[in-house]
């Protein structure tokens, strides 16, 4: 999975988590909830843009309309998403600033637009939404920056948002803070409410076990007062008893008032005596209710196996159809039923004697009777008497499961204030009747909401005592590091001033930890800058000084130079140049200890013949730099020149021997050849190599010509790189003779390079530039493999085998595949071992003695024969010449080609035969041109000759015919 693929997967997750996280609310209260989404919105605000925060809050935001049946928490997510969103992404920083600002000046506005003008929410509910939903989205963005810091430290991403000290301590003393007091604020709110509902439930019982009580009361006493009215009124047929007396009502009216009209009926419930408590009542008939009428007959008369104590639903009488409800009692004589005792009463008034004596607060209670007809109410909702009671629909009725749901579906705080808690249950067995108890909600609003805007208001306030700690703990503990970061300022320079340093003392482990790493640290600097101070002159030393000669260094000739330069522009200067001639030898030959006390005797020398002014310093090596300063003639400089090059040409006595050693100069001039050290360093080299290149020993000023050398020599090299690839070099084969009988028993392979534009170009020129530039050892490899071959073809031909030797430079000698490459040779070629000579020069030999001895050792165990070339030009002692495995001697041609003049040259050359003969060695002179000087060589008894006065080097065809035409080769 790609990584754009990943990032999609991610967005979609965290959306479909920020919708989730809105349907998975929490209820504070009834119709309060926390919704969680827009924790998930702030981290798409923070790893995607504000526009994917838009939309993540639009999706998730749609769920909050069917939770609060509002716009309220869709238009809250947006504009959140939007500007802090949009904030942010700006500044990319402070995520929480942007967000508290946001909840201040723009949420808690919109939250009391919405609660209070646009829903109609009282002020203390509009306040306790403001709340709420501030406390919301200070916890969500608490939560969401909190996971950003915990994502982005495992992130190795250069660039990486890094955390404040403060706000790291802010994030974790508010989430420690927050998330205890929030879920406790779950905890206490359903409290809270639960509290309400018993307390309401409660009171609702209790009025109604007083009203219980009342009602029964009134109903026993007025019982008994009817019954004793039955007594003392017996039923008979006297029209002068058919009416009740006055007294009768007036003693009953004392106890009730509500008490309106006296009468007695048959029992056949007929109407038997009357009295009216208005006068104006007596002049109209009393009109029963024929519904009360026949209720009551069909259950005392008819259905009632005994007559007991009636209570009537209302009904209307009188010419004004006022409301009476009547109780009556039966009137029994000698255990026989004669009729009833009735008493009609106001109801209004019985039901204000009966709540009289109960605590109703503001409670509302309705009577009614059997049909549901309102008998009396204080509820002014409910004052249609003799009409069916009206049920509001925001009443929650007490142990009422289908209550129970419909409080658990309320949208708001506001809503479930405005409901009311009531009551329907009857009376009592004796009194068919119903009370209908009501007790509103919202009486129970101001407490409630008190105490949930007390709770939030608290979560706040512990928001503000931790931003106020974080802070101060941040500023304490940021102090005492901004002390430190002050104090390890500069502090290796602090140290190198020897200035004291007081560090802080703080009781932070951690911090404290950290300042006495600092100490340490500080102590261990002290000491290494005592070290440095030391150090440092020894540097300077260094710097300016050659430690071996103690002359002066290269780099500090180069400062006098330019400070020379500043102090007189005008002022000519010369640079020379000083290598010494044959030091390699010495070196090599006596080891570096000799070479060293060679070079500290030239520097005492040079100092002998320079003046004060003279600036004399060592380049590396062998290598001398002098600078004169203020020359006015060029005499004065070869006066120098030559001074330097007597004195250096003295012997050198090392371990007991003298060795002559002698030094080439090259000069260079300062303003003529350059105006800078480096251009007239360069020139002043070239013009000592010119002096080496030219027999050593002397002096030379720098021309223009030497430029043009070197670039002559530049393009030499060039070409030379590509002559093999070519096929521009060839081998040259010279005879080499048996002057005992005068064949040829082997050749010398010699390189020539035809140039394809020069034409042939000298073996002088090219092999030195190829020992210079390493080329040698790939020209090398190749002349082995070519002569090899070379030699086994001819054998092929019929020839008669002769050995075929190839010279080893000094470099291809000392290669480390050397060895490796005659083998391959030998196996390409498939010449025998025993045809090949090769040949190093007694330089070669000299240059390391112990390695040249060891590669001797392992060619020879290859079966070939080995000759030491150039002998007598070096300084190889006769014991360490006994020791090489050397089988061929070649006598120079410098001790050859005056052999025939030069008496001493004939001893030299006869006594290094019969030396070499003494040895096992067969002797070649080489270089050998005219006929006295082969029968000089044949009389003192040399083996083989090689020169031009039997052939000069061959093509290889040429050699084959001229081993045809003389006959001495045959098969």
């Not at 009137?331 to 109801?347: D, H, M, Q, T």
């Not at 009311?420 to 101001?446: A, C, G, M, Q, R």
């Not at 009781?507 to 290494?528: G, P, Y």
């Not at 790189?721 to 040829?744: D, K, T």
Request: proline share 3%.
């Amino acid at each position: 999975m790609n990584h754009s693929r990943i990032k999609m997967f991610m967005l979609c997750l965290l959306m479909t988590l920020a919708f989730l996280g809105n349907v998975g609310n929490i209820e504070l209260f009834l119709g309060i909830h926390f919704i969680f989404g827009s924790i998930f919105i702030f981290l798409i605000l923070h790893y995607y843009n504000t526009k994917l925060g838009v939309l993540a809050a639009l999706l998730s935001g749609i769920y909050t309309v069917y939770l609060w049946d509002n716009l309220f928490g869709l238009t809250i997510l947006l504009l959140e998403a939007g500007i802090v969103g949009y904030l942010y992404n700006r500044h990319k920083r402070r995520l929480i600033l942007w967000d508290v600002l946001f909840i201040i000046f723009i949420g808690m506005p919109i939250s009391i637009l919405f609660s209070y003008y646009l829903l109609g929410f009282d002020w203390l509910n509009t306040l306790l939404v403001m709340l709420k939903q501030s406390v919301n989205m200070l916890l969500n963005i608490l939560i969401a920056n909190m996971l950003i810091i915990v994502i982005d430290s495992f992130k190795v991403v250069k660039g990486s948002r890094r955390v404040s000290l403060h706000e790291l301590l802010f994030n974790l003393l508010l989430l420690f803070f927050l998330v205890p007091l929030v879920t406790s604020l779950f905890y206490i709110g359903k409290g809270e409410i639960s509290k309400v509902q018993d307390s309401m439930r409660n009171q609702i019982k209790t009025t109604y076990n007083e009203l219980n009580v009342q009602f029964r009361n009134f109903y026993l006493n007025n019982e008994k007062q009817l019954n004793t009215i039955a007594t003392l009124h017996p039923f008979t047929s006297d029209e002068s008893t058919k009416s009740l007396n006055s007294e009768d009502l007036l003693l009953l009216q004392q106890s009730n008032e509500s008490i309106k009209i006296l009468y007695a009926t048959d029992s056949n419930g007929d109407l038997y005596k009357i009295h009216w408590d208005d006068p104006l009542l007596r002049q109209h008939n009393l009109n029963y209710d024929q519904n009360d009428l026949q209720s009551f007959k069909e259950h005392w008369i008819d259905q009632a196996p005994q007559p007991v104590t009636y209570v009537s639903d209302m009904f209307r009488a009188g010419p004004n159809n006022r409301y009476l409800f009547t109780i009556s009692v039966p009137s029994i004589e000698f255990g026989e039923l004669k009729g009833y005792i009735v008493a009609a009463y106001n109801p209004l008034t019985a039901f204000k004697t009966i709540v009289e004596g109960t605590n109703v607060n503001n409670m509302k209670i309705t009577m009614i009777d059997r049909n549901n007809r309102v008998l009396a109410t204080n509820d002014e909702e409910n004052q249609q008497y003799y009409e069916e009671l009206v049920l509001k629909g925001n009443e929650l009725y007490a142990n009422d499961p289908l209550s129970v749901q419909k409080e658990e579906h309320v949208s708001s705080l506001q809503e479930w204030t405005d409901m009311y808690y009531s009551t329907l249950t009857t009376i009592s067995p004796d009194i068919p009747w119903k009370v209908h108890i009501s007790i509103p909600i919202s009486d129970f609003e101001n407490p409630l909401y008190k105490a949930s805007i007390n709770l939030l208001l608290t979560v706040f306030l512990f928001a503000v005592i931790a931003l106020l700690i974080s802070y101060l703990v941040a500023k304490w503990i940021q102090s005492t590091l901004v002390k430190v970061n002050t104090l390890t300022n500069n502090l290796p320079e602090k140290i190198a001033n020897n200035e004291e340093i007081a560090w802080p003392r703080v009781i932070i482990k951690e911090v404290s930890s950290i300042i006495d790493n600092f100490k340490l640290t500080e102590l261990k600097l002290r000491k290494m800058f005592d070290e440095i101070v030391d150090s440092q002159n020894e540097l300077h030393y260094l710097a300016h000084f050659d430690q071996l000669t103690t002359l002066y260094n290269r780099n500090y000739m180069m400062e006098r130079f330019n400070d020379l330069l500043l102090q007189d522009t005008q002022s000519r200067m010369a640079i020379l140049f000083i290598d010494l001639d044959r030091f390699k030898i010495v070196n090599d030959t006596l080891g570096h200890h000799a070479g060293d006390q060679v070079l500290t005797e030239v520097a005492r020398r040079l100092k002998e013949v320079c003046d004060s002014s003279s600036i004399i310093s060592r380049q590396g090596g062998d290598e001398f730099i002098i600078l004169l300063p203020s020359i006015e003639n060029e005499w004065e400089i070869e006066f120098q020149a030559n001074a330097m090059i007597k004195v250096l040409s003295k012997p050198y006595n090392l371990y007991g021997n003298e060795y002559h050693l002698t030094a080439s100069i090259g000069i260079s001039l300062y303003p003529n050849h350059g105006n800078d050290i480096d251009t007239l360093i360069k020139y002043a080299d070239l013009a000592m190599y010119s002096v080496k290149d030219n027999g050593k020993a002397n002096y030379m000023f720098y021309t223009s010509t030497l430029q043009s050398n070197v670039v002559s020599k530049v393009t030499l090299e060039n070409e030379l790189r590509h002559a093999i690839e070519r096929n521009e070099l060839e081998l040259y084969y010279q005879p080499q003779v048996n002057l005992q009988n005068q064949r040829i028993t082997g050749v010398e392979a010699l390189v020539r390079w035809k140039h394809p534009l020069h034409g042939f170009v000298s073996p002088a020129e090219f092999i030195p530039v190829a020992e210079e530039t390493g080329q040698i050892i790939e020209i090398g490899n190749w002349i082995l493999k070519k002569a090899c071959k070379d030699a086994r073809s001819w054998q092929k031909m019929g020839y008669k085998p002769i050995s075929m030797s190839v010279n080893i430079s000094m470099r291809q000698f000392l290669h480390d595949n050397l060895l490796l490459s005659v083998q391959e040779a030998l196996k390409e070629s498939k010449l025998n071992p025993k045809y090949l000579k090769l040949e190093i020069t007694e330089s070669v030999a000299m240059s390391k003695p112990d390695q040249v001895l060891q590669k001797l050792e392992q060619l020879k165990k290859l079966n070939i024969e080995l000759a030491l070339d150039d002998f007598g030009t070096g300084y190889s002692s006769l014991n360490y010449l006994k020791s090489l495995p050397v089988d061929i001697l070649k006598i120079d041609r410098s001790f050859i080609k005056d052999i025939d003049q030069n008496d001493e040259d004939i001893t030299i050359v006869k006594a290094l035969i019969e030396m070499a003969h003494s040895f096992g060695m067969t002797v070649v002179a080489e270089g050998v041109e005219k006929e006295c000087q082969k029968d000089m060589l044949t009389d003192i008894h040399c083996d083989l000759l090689q020169g031009y006065v039997f052939s000069k080097p061959l093509q290889a065809r040429e050699l084959l015919k001229f081993i045809i035409e003389n006959e001495i080769v045959t098969t």
